[in-house]
């Protein structure tokens, strides 16, 4: 693996999972009808043994408020992007390298219509730039981008020797009505968790982009979840060196976007999930699940 697609935190110790929250998934989050300021968010994250966030990178202005919280409340941060062309990863790089702190950026690529070679000639020109400034860069199997499709995408790691990616398969199962799996969805899948760099937590139903699992996590789609993770971070594990970090992002997206609301009897939308709860429940999913991987390969 090259040394751009790894994280590694310069120790010697065993690779290791970094469990981590998005903030974005935090948005609405809070109590007594009122949200959680950003604070109280990194406070809970923290308190529930989350390492790090990931969120877009903050303006210049914002900088300062970000360094204070990540260091009082010792998490990691990774970056959201959104890049369309080589030059907007080199802009991207230079403001992470303004922020200083970055551990990966993960690109969701622009845009669904880009295909074929042309897909190909736009990812490699991403992973070069990659390349040049030597930071850790993923792309994520997202809906809307160029890896919107399952089978293309496939063709991309195939093409892409370098290519490392966030896996999201979310996306895949609701876009492509996967009601549990197939032995094509397990051929397919199976090519794109080689390349597991790190890992985005939602599950998905044939027909739902976002489920609530239930509190003991017994959705139907969760064992086939849990199990292509599993073999995600096997994968990896088999790679992977000293020091090498595993990001898990739970990534649980709010009303308007993923969350599924209902109106109540004063015609108000309110989410039928508790979607900090479902949170820490793919935490702990997720660290039995990275045991299970250890437990395989050692």
Known sequence: MSH??????GTLNLPRLDVQQAIWAMEGLGENGKEWSLEQKFEKIAEAGFKGVSYLLPSPENMDTWHRLLDRYKLSFSAIAYPAKPQDMIDI??????????QYINSQVSNSFVIDKEAVHLLDGLLKVSEEYKIPHFIETH???????????AGYVEALPDLRLMI?????????????TSEKVEVYFNKLLERSAGIHGRVSSGEQVQVDVGVDGDHPMMEHFTRWWRKGMAHWLKQAQPGDLFPFCAELGPPNYYGITRRDEHGQEQEVSDRWQQALLLKWIIEEQWKKAQDKLY
Not at 93 to 102: E, K, L, P, S, T
């Open 93 to 102: 790089i230079h403001h992470a390298n303004q922020f200083g702190r970055v």
């Open 168 to 180: 999201d398969l979310s996306h895949y199962v609701v876009a492509g009505e996967i009601l549990g």
């Open 143 to 153: 809906r809307g981008t160029v890896t919107q499709d399952l089978i293309r995408t």
């Open 4 to 9: 751009w697609n790894r994280i590694n935190d």
